[in-house]
């Protein structure tokens, strides 16, 4: 365990216990349900952050601005107007609480936020029309296709809860933003919501120097997944246009369950010194068999870095989605945060 490990554990080991105001409200937005192990081995109070990718859609777990971000996206709108999709925290210090809600969608169709432990969701469908001259017609409806539809990491029966009513359709120009509130806790001043914002150049990608100070400490752990190719014992066998960030990566392989992969184990025991990041490629061992994933390297940079591997042989995707029968790639949380 390195400092940097010690400090993370010595800061939630003292986290005050939640006042009861706090629990019922929480309760309210997200009812709960028994804990249930639905990622393998050990199991997670939240859903990871995304699957990153899994129609060619970039999403980075992160941060774009200073305010923290559980995700973003981006893509271009007719017109050639780019747009960028995001869901927030606020206040910045929040973001301990919902970094692990699990998100689907972005921008131009479906913004989701998901709770594997209750099986629940909110969101809605963006429908966005260009009116000319940099101008576009911003239109939140309620959502007409389940959690299970849109993501093969909807495994259960999950339900939808209600959200904050949707707010009325805005005119958006290129450089303003359209916010809708997915979960508000009155009591706390806390809420998360999902921003679109316009721009006539692309959008940069994100970067951890620009993020809160509650978040820049754990840039020297997070990994960034870009383009990656997988390899088995010198074969490649899948490979994606995928983009994101995350404390962990990980790739699915059906019949074998899910490989996570970090630089850290950050007192997860499950996470075990298996492999090496070298350049853009991790490299490691599990079971006999060699595993090469390239497109992948720390946001710091730096020269090699040890990689702890957490082989979850029991992970398993909704069966009835398209994608489940295929490999698949995506970022998540640092280990400490997927007991």
């Known amino acids: 365990m390195t400092d940097q490990d010690l400090d993370l554990l010595l800061d939630r080991w003292d986290?005050?216990?939640?006042?009861?105001?706090?629990?019922?409200?929480?309760?309210?937005?997200?009812?709960?349900?028994?804990?249930?192990?639905?990622?393998?081995?050990v199991p997670l109070r939240w859903a990871l952050a995304g699957l990153a990718g899994a129609a060619g859609v970039a999403v980075a777990a992160g941060v774009v601005s200073r305010q923290p971000v559980i995700s973003s996206g981006s893509g271009q709108l007719e017109g050639g107007v780019y747009y960028r999709s995001s869901m927030r925290v606020a206040p910045a210090l929040a973001i301990w609480k919902w970094f692990q809600l699990g998100t689907c969608g972005g921008g131009?169709?479906?913004?989701?936020?998901?709770?594997?432990?209750?099986?629940?969701?909110?969101?809605?469908?963006?429908?966005?029309?260009?009116?000319?001259?940099?101008?576009?017609?911003?239109?939140?409806k309620p959502l007409t296709r389940t959690l299970s539809q849109l993501t093969p990491l909807a495994v259960g029966s999950y339900r939808q809860v209600a959200s904050p009513p949707l707010?009325?359709?805005?005119?958006?120009?290129?450089?303003?933003?359209f916010d809708v509130d997915l979960i508000v806790v009155p009591e706390k001043d806390e809420r998360v919501f999902s921003r679109i914002e316009l721009s006539a150049?692309?959008?940069?990608?994100?970067?951890?120097?620009?993020?809160?100070?509650?978040?820049?400490?754990?840039?020297?752990m997070m990994l960034e997944l870009s383009a990656p190719k997988l390899y088995q014992n010198g074969a490649l066998i899948a490979e994606a246009p995928n983009a994101g960030q995350g404390g962990s990566v990980w790739f699915y392989l059906p019949d074998r369950g899910?490989?996570?992969?970090?630089?850290?184990?950050s007192g997860n025991l499950n996470f075990a010194e298996a492999g090496v990041l070298r350049g853009n490629t991790i490299e490691f061992q599990v079971g006999g068999e060699s595993f090469q994933l390239t497109g992948v390297q720390s946001v710091n940079g730096g020269g090699d870095r040890a990689v702890y591997v957490c082989h979850e042989q029991?992970?398993?995707?909704?069966?009835?989605?398209?994608?489940?029968?295929?490999?698949?790639?995506?970022?998540?949380?640092?280990?400490?945060?997927?007991?």
């Open 108 to 140: 131009r169709g479906v913004n989701i936020l998901y709770n594997h432990d209750a099986q629940t969701y909110v969101g809605y469908e963006m429908e966005i029309s260009s009116l000319g001259n940099g101008q576009y017609l911003m239109s939140p």
């Open 201 to 220: 150049a692309p959008f940069g990608k994100p970067s951890w120097r620009d993020a809160p100070p509650e978040q820049q400490r754990f840039a020297g």
């Open 258 to 265: 899910r490989y996570l992969m970090s630089l850290t184990n």
């Open 314 to 339: 029991s992970f398993h995707l909704n069966p009835d989605h398209p994608l489940s029968k295929r490999p698949l790639f995506g970022t998540a949380g640092l280990p400490m945060l997927l007991k």
């Open 167 to 177: 707010p009325a359709s805005r005119i958006v120009r290129v450089g303003e933003a």
């Open 15 to 41: 986290a005050p216990e939640a006042s009861p105001t706090m629990r019922s409200s929480l309760r309210a937005a997200i009812p709960a349900r028994p804990r249930r192990k639905l990622f393998g081995v």
